[in-house]
């Protein structure tokens, strides 16, 4: 097995993403990390990833529980269609970074196009229009 | 009577000031126009000063400055003397001229800082009804005045507009009944009273020296006289704090009148407010789990078409038996390689290198890395499918408290809203303190009913043991001859003074008829709202009471311009009733009349000027539009105004 990552990373130019994130009140509160996973989810949904050009470490996996660890491996899974990729997670981690890239911009986006309401509201709508359960 | 002119010399911001006051075709109507500190209620003071030696109405301001114009003093030298002199010009109905002269003298100290006054005195020249000029000084000159204006009389005749407004506002009845001592001069029979009351004592005291149980009984009958006094004096004082009371509450409950309970709104809206941040608290905090919630079990249902993959996947390695794996392909392949067992350390023989090499190629053997890993995410995605099944049952439920809280706080600030509505443009506090007023005047009024009640009693019994100890002492006095003359005396006493009792009583109660009548024919006359009102009522207890046309008693409700004119009409009464026609003088007289009833108040003011002489007092914010209107063309107008130093005030006619 290749040796695991001491952390997760992310391109230095999302850093300024990531620190508006904080000033939306869905967000409010939230951890790096946190951030980082829910950005990870939106870039899977959209199936957008972006290779990181300029790496920057956001926070280290000794922080990941083992729900946060099984989110990952699931989606790394998913996208290498292979159980085998568990293996590396190198390459597991650098899968859920490129989503995690595409999916703070989606966010940030989204953000900005908000006129009326609040982000809250239009998540909440979005996940009961994925009414899948 | 009227002033023809004042003359003021001297006196406070008048260096030498003569204002003429000469009549107009139709009215006597003057205006003098003064802003605050230029001595406009001194005119009022300087009349005072000149007839009664008084400045009843002096400032704060004034109170700390010498009689003497400051101009004055500062062109004196020091220690020099110099006069202050009012002269006041009168003519009377029948063309007689009257100068009434005030001279005061006054030692200038400038080096002390003082003005100290030597003499002080009153002169007057009158032409008599043979046209005969007389002139009078000292003793003579004040009982002329007298003569003219009574000293306890001229607050009718010189006052100020707020006097108007407060004269049936505060303890009214107190204030008909000494006008009313005051007008009738029944001070004389006063003191015949108490004089035939002191001889009585005298003579009783002769016979008590020629008999002791006469003593005895007369010294008994003092002691419950005395009672009877001093009953019939906390009686009194009882009865008039149950009228000040009762007017009170009358005139607080009609202040409060439309008002809402504002002590039991105060409650409701702090109750309000307390629900509604409660509210809010708990809307905030449930806001706060929803969106907990949302985050939480949104970043797994914005993967769940992956997380459902994983979750069969392992599912199907799980029932394919391939998880958990049976065979480690690692020790399989370093078994083949090494030809060794890696469990048992044998040497592999026969077919058993095909076989393993059988094993080994089979695709669907997982690493033991892989399937700890996968084993671990079963059980950590599967927990993951409950909680986002329940995700939405929840969101909904804590949707639903979201909304009712957001319908209970916009219920209570509906209710706030409307209490707020119903309590502004109220002085909240004022309305607070009306209601403790009133609560203390009820509470007086109960207490001063009980103790009435127990002084009655009391007085009762004192009058029983008079008449008692009178037949006694009527009895003594029989038994002795040698008293015979002095019972003669003492009969004439007791009889002389029940007469002067009930004449005094007989000319109040008359004077009281004659000027409730007066009153109501001027009100009448005068009065803008001419089938508002129906009648004017001075009762027994000299309560004055407006009646509606619709029947009630309406005083406490009518406009601050329809109580001054009801308290002016009742002074010009007083005027007529006394006999006294001397000109009416009135400082600020509609400060507190409202702008649209001054248009009216200042009608009726032109229409009383054609019969008597008029002086009105204004500041010049007080002569407003409203009132300028109405007085331009009608009266004299005057303007004092301060010269720049500020030591003297000088009049302009405008």
Redesign the interface.
């Known amino acids: ?1 290749v040796n695991k990552p001491d952390r997760l990373y992310i391109d230095l130019k999302s850093r300024p993403l990531y620190e508006k994130l904080e000033s939306e ?2 967000f409010k509160g ?1 951890t790096r990390k ?1 951030q980082f ?2 950005a990870m ?2 870039g ?2 959209n199936n957008i990833k972006i290779t990181i050009e300029k790496r920057e470490g956001i926070f280290l996996t000794k922080d990941l529980k ?2 946060d660890e ?2 990952i ?3 790394a ?2 996208d290498a269609n292979s ?2 990729i ?2 590396d997670k190198a390459q597991v981690f650098k899968i859920v970074e490129e989503y995690a890239n595409g999916g703070i911009q989606i966010l940030i986006n989204k953000i900005n196009s908000i006129e009326i309401g609040t982000f ?1 509201k239009y ?2 709508k979005d ?2 229009d ?1 009414n ?2 | 009577m009227k002033i023809d002119k004042i003359i003021l010399k001297n006196y406070r911001q008048f260096n030498n000031v003569e204002i003429l006051f000469n009549k107009n075709e139709n009215q006597d109507l003057h205006v003098i126009i003064g802003k605050n500190g230029t001595g406009k209620t001194n005119i009022l003071n300087s009349i005072n000063w000149c007839l009664y030696q008084d400045e009843p109405h002096l400032s704060k301001d004034s109170q700390i400055l010498p009689v003497v114009n400051l101009k004055t003093i500062k062109e004196t030298n020091n220690n020099q003397l110099q006069k202050v002199i009012i002269e006041i010009w009168l003519t009377t109905e029948n063309n007689q001229t009257m100068l009434f002269r005030r001279n005061g003298l006054y030692s200038i100290y400038k080096d002390e800082n003082k003005v100290i006054q030597q003499t002080n005195y009153l002169e007057i020249e009158y032409t008599d009804e043979d046209g005969d000029t007389k002139f009078l000084e000292g003793d003579d000159a004040d009982s002329f005045v007298d003569r003219v204006l009574p000293r306890r009389i001229r607050e009718f005749f010189f006052f100020d507009g707020e006097r108007l407004d407060k004269y049936f506002k505060e303890a009214s009845s107190q204030n008909i009944r000494h006008a009313i001592f005051d007008i009738a001069q029944i001070d004389l029979l006063e003191k015949i009273e108490k004089r035939l009351k002191s001889l009585s004592r005298e003579l009783e005291n002769d016979a008590g020296r020629l008999n002791p149980e006469i003593d005895n009984i007369r010294k008994e009958l003092e002691k419950y006289e005395k009672m009877y006094e001093n009953t019939t004096l906390e009686i009194d004082n009882c009865n008039e704090q149950i009228k000040i009371a009762k007017e009170k509450i009358k005139e607080l409950t009609n202040s409060l009148l439309g008002v809402p309970d504002i002590e039991d709104l105060e409650k409701k809206r702090e109750k309000l407010k307390t629900k509604i941040k409660e509210k809010k608290d708990f809307k905030k905090r449930k806001a706060i789990e929803k969106q907990n919630l949302l985050f939480e079990n949104g970043t797994k249902l914005l993967v769940w078409d992956c997380l459902k993959n994983i979750i069969q996947i392992i599912k199907e390695k799980k029932d394919n038996k391939e998880l958990p794996p049976t065979h480690d392909k690692k020790l399989i392949e370093n078994t083949i390689k090494n030809k060794i067992c890696a469990l048992c350390g044998q040497e592999i023989k026969g077919d058993s290198e095909k076989v393993l090499t059988n094993l080994v190629n089979k695709t669907n053997i997982i690493s033991p890395e892989i399937a700890a890993d996968l084993l671990y995410m079963d059980g950590i995605l599967n927990n993951f499918e409950d909680r986002v099944k329940k995700f939405y049952k929840n969101i909904k439920e804590i949707t639903e408290e979201l909304e009712s809280y957001e319908k209970d706080i916009m219920q209570l600030e509906k209710d706030l809203d409307r209490i707020e509505k119903e309590l502004s443009g109220y002085d909240i506090e004022k309305i607070l303190t009306w209601h403790k007023e009133r609560k203390h005047f009820e509470t007086t009024l109960d207490i001063n009913n009980q103790k009435l009640g127990i002084l009655m009693a009391k007085k009762d019994s004192s009058r029983k043991n008079i008449e008692k100890l009178e037949m006694k002492l009527e009895d003594e006095l029989k038994k002795e001859k040698k008293l015979k003359e002095l019972r003669i005396h003492l009969d004439f006493c007791k009889k002389a003074y029940e007469i002067i009792n009930k004449t005094k009583q007989n000319i109040m109660i008359q004077t009281k008829e004659e000027i409730m009548l007066e009153t109501k024919k001027i009100f009448f006359q005068l009065i803008w709202k001419k089938e508002t009102f129906k009648d004017i009522i001075i009762d027994d207890e000299y309560n004055i009471n407006l009646i509606h046309s619709m029947g009630y008693e309406c005083l406490g409700s009518i406009s601050a311009a329809e109580r001054e004119l009801l308290a002016l009409s009742f002074t010009l009464a007083l005027h007529k009733i006394s006999g006294f026609n001397f000109p009416i003088l009135i400082d600020t007289p509609v400060a507190r009349v409202s702008d649209e009833q001054r248009k009216n108040f200042g009608n009726v003011l032109i229409d009383i000027s054609k019969d008597k002489q008029v002086i009105l007092l204004f500041t010049p914010s007080e002569y407003s539009e409203e009132i300028s209107n109405i007085l331009d063309n009608k009266a004299i107008k005057y303007q004092l105004k301060l010269t720049t130093d500020e030591t003297e005030t000088k009049l302009e006619v405008l």
Do not use: C, G, Y
């Open positions: 097995m009140p869905f939230k946190e996973l829910f989810a939106v899977f949904k083992p729900e099984a989110l491996n699931a989606i899974i998913f159980i085998d568990l293996l809250e998540f909440e996940l009961f994925l899948k359960i």
